[in-house]
């Protein structure tokens, strides 16, 4: 990583903690207070903050694609079929 990107975690453990409780706080599951606490670390940690814009990116995408139908190439489900079968003997 060259020093442009370089990011000093004082506190290496809290950010563990905050990056547990990202889908909780995602989902709109934290308290008030776990939440403004969050926020505020977020606000201050740049790779925090990259890891949770990910995560509700993802989400989005995820939202946004899941009442779409999947149509699978010709052959795809047959060949996908024998070969679960065949590793499941």
């Known amino acids: ?5 370089a990011h000093e975690h004082p506190d290496l453990d809290r950010c563990r903690e905050i990056l547990v409780q ?4 995602a989902d709109g599951e934290l308290g008030a207070d ?6 505020q ?3 201050e940690c740049p790779d925090c ?4 814009d990910t995560l509700t990116g993802t989400i989005r995408i995820y939202h946004s694609l899941r009442d779409l ?3 699978l190439p010709p ?3 047959e060949r996908l079929l024998r070969h679960i ?3 499941e003997k």
Do not use: F, K, Q, W
Not at 49 to 52: E, M, P, S, T
């Open 75 to 77: 052959g795809i489900e």
């Open 85 to 87: 079968t065949h590793v």
């Open 1 to 5: 990583m060259d020093a442009s990107h």
């Open 22 to 25: 990202l889908n909780d706080y």
């Open 41 to 43: 670390h977020l606000a």
């Open 34 to 39: 776990l939440c403004r606490e969050l926020e």
């Open 49 to 52: 903050r990259a890891v949770y």
């Open 69 to 71: 139908p999947l149509e």
